[in-house]
């Protein structure tokens, strides 16, 4: 075997594959229509424009779109909003996605370099190589004579974050005080209703062990229903009064009845499983678990404070109202800190 060629093509033997080729070098592909007719180059290039007006397009309707068809409280119009704002939204990034891809495979240079690996701060010359590689390729993408081009992809970049913006900060709108969110649509002779019919429960409803998922009677006359049903929502529970080691506030139910906010004290969600022989309610998400007969104490998982208590009573015809408000505000631990 000789090694004194590098480009000598060593065989193995007969059948086997060579160890040594010859370097075929860099392979550079064959010209394109738009590389050959500037006809073909304009057309390629009016394409890409067009997919950037798409997306343009796209970021107009999203905005007229987010304040002409708010979501409302129905299903209908939620759907009517969601659709338009997400077509909107894929047209705003498949028009940017698209316009790029197609400016770089018909517009963009498609010749192949070569770079030698080194070490990993280059010399002085090849910095300055590497600036003026950068400046050949900008000039050769042609970047600075399509003005038109770069005008259109610009705006589409710089639309494009609105589409994320606006609904962050339109959801929170003018409406900064946080105060309500302390707050509940429970008041003084508030019927307790079944959700979701809203038919008012009398005490004689229940039985010892029943459990039932809590809303305010006039829910629907709220000016928000969902986001005050977000808030108000309650389990209610009949137990043996002899089994009742403590309530929250003493006092706060009626004849072994007791009512407890919904939302979990951890992060929210509802708890709503409910283990009738150990009086457990569990929440779903990440299994903190409440002491129904026990003040609703966490007797385990991530939740840091028991669930608050609605206090409740019984009107002249047998309902049961509610005496007032929760005492303090419903959901994460984090309100404690602000009461
Ligand atoms: S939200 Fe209930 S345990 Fe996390």
Known sequence: MSHDNSTEIVQRGAGEHPERFDDPGVHQPNPRLGDLDEKAAKKAERQVAALFTVSIVGTIVFVWAYFALPPGEKPESMRLSNIVLGLALTCILLGIGTAIIHWA???????EYVEERHPQRSDDETRAGAIQALQDGAADSGISRRGALKGA??????????????????????????????????????????????????????????????????????????????????????????????????????????????????????????????HHLLCPCHQSTFDVADGAKVVFGPAKRPLPQLPIEVDAEGYLVARGDFVEPVGPTFWERLT
């Open 105 to 111: 495979k018909t517009l963009m240079s498609n010749k």
């Open 153 to 278: 992809g610009l705006t589409a970049l710089a639309l494009f974050p609105l589409s994320i913006v606006l609904p962050l900060i339109g959801n929170v709108g003018e409406d900064w005080n946080v105060s309500k969110f302390k707050h509940t649509m429970w008041r003084k002779g508030t019927r307790l209703a079944y959700d979701p019919t809203g038919r008012p429960i009398k005490a004689s409803d229940l039985t010892i062990g029943s459990i039932a998922h809590v809303i305010p009677e006039d829910l629907h006359e709220a000016e928000s229903p969902l986001d005050e049903k977000a808030k108000a929502v309650v389990l209610l529970v009949r137990m043996d009064p002899r089994d009742l080691k403590s309530e929250r506030e003493p006092g706060f139910g009626f004849d072994g009845i007791v009512a407890y906010s919904k939302i979990c004290t951890h992060v929210g969600c509802p708890v709503a499983l409910y283990e009738q022989q150990t």
